[in-house]
């Protein structure tokens, strides 16, 4: 990750340079009379929109100016995968996603398109340890497909520019991601991670004041499951329902850079019955995600990382949405 996070800063470096560069040139041509110009004033440019960066999973709605076209790469990490009774061991996921934002007037739309090559360290399978061969496994995957639409009204407050709006967000089961297991018994055990609906109806308000802005999304995440087959056996996979909150911060430094930081906290609302996986009870996960980013002409650069509070709750969450407990993103955005 190291050799990652530093090429893109070497990338980031080199593209910014003529940006510079152009700011610090002198201005040529004030020769010109300017007996013409006197008593005129030039209207200072609006500031650009900034918004905090989203991470897979669960991101803030959708918001975003104008239209733009993304692609991103999410490392996402779990070290117990236990929450699913049947799994003891670790994963590690590469998420590589296309997506894209459309915003007329007050209506924001978004849609992404994930694929993904997932990793697992597998201790036990149902109680059985797998065969050495198959200690470790990965799988290239269509992930699950997110649309989600926003509309956003300004409120009429002179001291700060401030919306409000409503938002819908779906995560489609469109995931692919299956695997064969060698057991030292001799059996082969398949299974594939489980299939949720997500529904996420929410509340937005965004206020700025200056360089710096609050933004508040809170709303309902409803995971809907369907049961899955574990080799032979139909296990149930109960609904789950949370409350979910954010809340972001935002200061643009200057006209192309702008640092950012969210809390992200999920409240479990239900409860569950099915007796396999009642350790799902009492979810109480919380996020940190600080982030920056970047303009560079009609390009911007966005680097952010998500980390769960220690605890069961951050990690349950991250196995039940397929997230992880920590995340780390770089999305790389075209502006129209």
């Keep these: 990750m190291r050799w990652f996070w530093s090429r893109i800063l070497v990338l980031l470096l080199g593209a910014a340079t003529p940006t510079f560069a152009d700011d610090e040139s002198p201005i040529e041509g004030n020769t010109s009379d300017a007996s013409g110009e006197r008593g005129t004033t030039t209207a200072p440019a609006p500031p650009k929109s900034f918004y905090p960066p989203g991470i897979d999973y669960p991101p803030m709605q959708g918001l975003g100016a104008g239209v733009s076209i993304y692609v991103d790469h999410t490392y996402?990490?779990?070290n117990d995968l236990s929450t699913f009774w049947w799994v003891k061991g670790s994963g590690r996921n590469y998420r590589v996603a296309v997506g894209g934002l459309y915003q007329s007037g007050g209506l924001h739309l978004n849609a992404e398109v994930p694929v993904q090559?997932?990793?697992?360290?597998?201790?036990?399978?149902?109680?059985?340890d797998p065969t050495p061969a198959d200690k470790t496994k990965s799988v290239v995957s269509l992930g699950d497909i997110i649309t989600g639409a926003t509309y956003l009204w300004d409120l009429p407050l002179d001291a700060a520019k401030t919306e409000f709006g409503l938002g819908l967000r779906v995560r489609w089961p469109t995931h692919t991601t299956k695997y064969k297991f060698g057991l030292v018994d001799g059996s082969i055990l398949e299974f594939g991670f489980p299939y949720y609906l997500h529904l996420e109806?929410?509340?937005l308000l965004s206020t700025r004041l200056g360089p710096v802005s609050l933004t508040i999304n809170e709303g309902v995440l409803?995971?809907?499951?369907?049961d899955v087959w574990i080799g032979d056996i139909l296990q149930p996979i109960p609904n789950?329902?949370?409350?979910e909150s954010h809340v972001a911060a935002d200061v643009v430094a200057t006209d192309w850079l702008d640092f950012s930081v969210e809390v992200l906290s999920c409240v479990q609302l239900n409860q569950v019955t099915v007796s396999t996986m009642t350790n799902l009870n009492n979810t109480r996960a919380v996020f940190i995600t600080p982030g920056v980013t970047i303009d560079l002409g009609n390009y911007r650069l966005v680097l952010a990382g998500r980390f769960g509070l220690p605890g069961r709750s951050s990690r349950d969450f991250g196995v039940i949405t397929f997230s992880g407990s920590n995340a780390y993103l770089a999305r790389v955005s075209y502006m129209f």
């Design 240 to 243: 789950v329902y949370f409350w």
């Design 201 to 203: 109806p929410g509340l």
């Design 117 to 128: 090559y997932t990793q697992l360290f597998i201790d036990t399978l149902m109680g059985l």
């Design 222 to 226: 409803a995971m809907l499951a369907r």
């Design 76 to 78: 996402e990490t779990t």
